[in-house]
């Protein structure tokens, strides 16, 4: 299976702490994206990093991609009650289908 | 509304029925797809289109229909509900160039199979 892991599965942190999720993928990707799920919605599109790049930010996010150890890393800096929400990466193979992982809850303790 | 909207948002049905769920998007996006999300599975893809009157088989198809007669609709039918498709829907639409950009998803269609 293609489908991105992520890792941990659950996560729980104080508030102000940063948060760290990973995913890791098995064959070559053309783009890995972060989606962001809030409790009982659908998914919001967070970031997305092309398999040419290392490193992307978008505000308190940064996304980093080691295409050597086929994983990617999430960042979220001063975490805030708000980012309480399941993260799930998707992976677009070379064969143009996206995968999504399993997702990691996050839960941001006040 | 511009969006992507979903009907109905929840669905009750007996096994062996059929049921169709809705999908709607006002962005003329190329791309739609279809999701199930289960607990330990994270979201499958069921089915995706790349246009109109053009899909394509995704992880989990079996059990499913779908057609894409208008750019802008994409219904998902079960043709003969299962306990098995418990679970939450969720239909998304995209575009692409060389390769996907980011995904828009619909609330979710949360259908039980009794």
């Known amino acids: 299976s293609q489908q991105g892991e992520e890792d941990p599965q659950a996560l729980s942190i104080q508030e102000g702490e940063n948060a760290t999720m990973n995913c890791s993928y098995k064959t070559s990707i053309n783009n890995l994206q972060w989606y962001r799920q809030n409790s009982g919605r659908g998914l919001v599109h967070l970031i997305l990093i092309r398999s040419n790049e290392r490193e992307k930010h978008s505000g308190r996010l940064r996304v980093t991609l080691d295409t050597s150890k086929k994983s990617s890393s999430l960042l979220i800096t001063a975490s805030r009650a708000a980012d309480t929400a399941s993260y799930f990466c998707?992976?677009?193979?070379?064969?143009?289908?996206?995968?999504f992982g399993k997702g990691t809850r996050l839960h941001i303790l006040p | 509304d511009a969006g992507i909207t979903q009907s109905p948002r929840y669905k009750i049905t007996e096994t062996g029925r059929q049921v169709t769920l809705m999908c709607h998007q006002t962005w003329s996006h190329s791309y739609m797809f279809w999701y199930r999300q289960d607990l330990g599975h994270g979201l499958r893809l069921i089915y995706y289109?790349?246009?109109?009157?053009?899909?394509d088989k995704g992880e989990v198809p079996d059990g499913y229909v779908v057609s894409r007669s208008k750019t802008e609709n994409f219904p998902l039918t079960l043709e003969s509900a299962t306990r098995s498709q418990t679970s939450v829907y969720f239909c998304?639409?995209?575009?692409?160039?060389?390769?996907?950009?980011?995904?828009?998803f619909g609330p979710g269609t949360r259908l039980t199979v009794t």
């Open positions: 289109s790349a246009a109109a009157d053009i899909t």
């Open positions: 998304a639409s995209s575009e692409r160039g060389v390769t996907f950009y980011e995904q828009y």
């Open positions: 998707a992976k677009e193979g070379r064969d143009d289908k996206i995968i």
